[in-house]
């Protein structure tokens, strides 16, 4: 499906929306959800990673620039994710940078039952993505499955941390409508929900959901 080059302007031929679809609200960050930050000291207790905390105990660091992010012959339905990030003062599409990382078809991360630094796995499932210079991308890997965890149930999701120079990260999570679990993972409600569409590319089938992120500029006094 998609090519695996470091920078990743969607495929579509349509131009650029002049500004995103929901406006320029920003888009909310799991950072100031005090439930998220229990979760994640939860999670942490028993899976200790040398990372920020924020980022859950399944993120890596230094994940490779790549636009496919499932390696060959990966299980599970191919999905395709592409959309825009949006900078809310400067009224325009931005060069951002994206983390992506979600577990495999079946619910487990590729550091789930490892220990180690970020040398020693081959971030399956997870990658960095770069957005265009009009805010585009896209992204190829496959539907992820749901998990248990902390006596909650985690709906099937992609987290994302969204970068881009003077503006605050965007923590989030893409969540699927229809899913049949969606309606009881407790952050839903602060995350991106996406609707999937089948389509079909040189006799290849696959699901396609598109999304926007806002990110707000970073105030002038805030530390980076």
Known sequence: MSDENDKNPSNDSTPS?????????PTPSLLSNPAWKEHIMKSM??????????????FLPDAPFRAKLAPPFEEGTVL????CVWSAQERKGVPATMEVWHANSEGHYDNEDTEGSSTDFSFINRARVRCDDSGRFEFETVYPGGYPRNEQWRAPHIHLRVQYSG???CVTQ?????????????FVKDSIKV??????????HYKEGEIEIVLARRPQNAKP
């Not at 207790?45 to 399944?58: A, I, R, S, V």
């Not at 395709?80 to 959309?83: A, D, F, M």
């Not at 609707?195 to 290849?204: I, T, V, Y």
């Open 17 to 25: 929306r002049p500004h995103p679809k929901g406006g320029y609200e």
């Open 174 to 186: 893409i969540y699927f409508e229809g899913d049949e679990y969606v309606h009881v993972d407790p």
């Open 45 to 58: 207790q028993t899976k200790p990673l040398p990372h920020q905390e924020q980022l859950g105990p399944y």
């Open 167 to 169: 503006h605050v990260p």
């Open 80 to 83: 395709i994710i592409k959309g």
């Open 195 to 204: 609707e999937l569409s089948d389509k079909e590319r040189n006799g290849n």
